[in-house]
């Protein structure tokens, strides 16, 4: 089942710099985009969402931009900081189910100082 | 800042046995869900959980697996015969509302071990 891809397992970049991370699906279905982020030995934390809707969604540091035609949505972090480096994980839900999230693979952001 | 907890953090167990997950979700959350994290694989949606009856299942949630609301406030995962294969990380999770409208809060993760 790969309705959610994260095509690039690491990333590294230099603080100060942008960080883009990528992750494009399969499903027309999903309507509703997330980010996670996740430490070892800690459980995803949520970072930003994106409805269907929009094409868009800053918070800080942090946006996420969706492009429903490619079926790709990336999540932009500038200026990257050290304390960034965690993996980050797309996850893609449909409406009309319970909030089942599918989720990408993964990718680990290394910024390095 | 209120947090998903769960317990223990992690549980070694022999094969063939019985283990039960314990999670506290959020207290005003309605909606809960497991998730599993194979070392090295992807986070799978195991089941959620709505108005004290599964919503959706995958096909991983066989019968070897339960959930249940004991009482107001955990939220428990039983697995009837632990496999090898069920050794993973576990989160627990909860949200307010439906996942389309707000985001899940998840635990730091039970890590369950199958010898």
């Known amino acids: 089942d790969q309705q959610v891809k994260q095509n690039s397992p690491s990333l590294s970049v230099q603080e100060g710099r942008i960080s883009i991370l990528n992750c494009d699906y399969t499903n027309s279905m999903f309507d509703y985009f997330l980010w996670y982020k996740k430490y070892p030995a800690e459980g995803p934390t949520f970072l930003i969402s994106?409805?269907?809707?929009?094409d868009k969604n800053e918070d800080g540091r942090f946006t996420v931009f969706l492009n429903k035609s490619a079926k790709h949505l990336s999540l932009h972090i500038v200026p990257s900081q050290p304390g960034d480096s965690a993996v980050y994980f797309c996850a893609a839900s449909v409406r009309s189910n319970t909030g089942k999230l599918i989720f990408g693979q993964g990718t680990t952001l290394q910024v390095k100082p | 800042e209120p947090e998903v907890t769960q317990t223990p953090s992690h549980q070694v167990t022999q094969m063939g046995q019985e283990v039960i997950l314990r999670c506290v979700p959020i207290s005003n959350h309605l909606y809960f869900y497991w998730y599993r994290q194979i070392l090295g694989q992807k986070v799978e949606f195991l089941v959620s959980f709505y108005n004290n009856e599964i919503s959706e299942k995958s096909e991983i949630f066989d019968d070897q697996f339960s959930v249940e609301r004991p009482d107001g406030s955990n939220f428990t995962l039983k697995i009837r015969s632990t496999k090898l294969e069920d050794s993973a990380m576990y989160f627990c999770?909860?949200?307010?509302?439906?996942?389309?409208?707000?985001?899940?809060?998840f635990g730091q993760g039970t890590r369950l071990t199958v010898v």
């Open positions: 999770a909860s949200s307010e509302r439906e996942i389309m409208n707000t985001e899940a809060f």
């Open positions: 994106i409805s269907s809707i929009k």
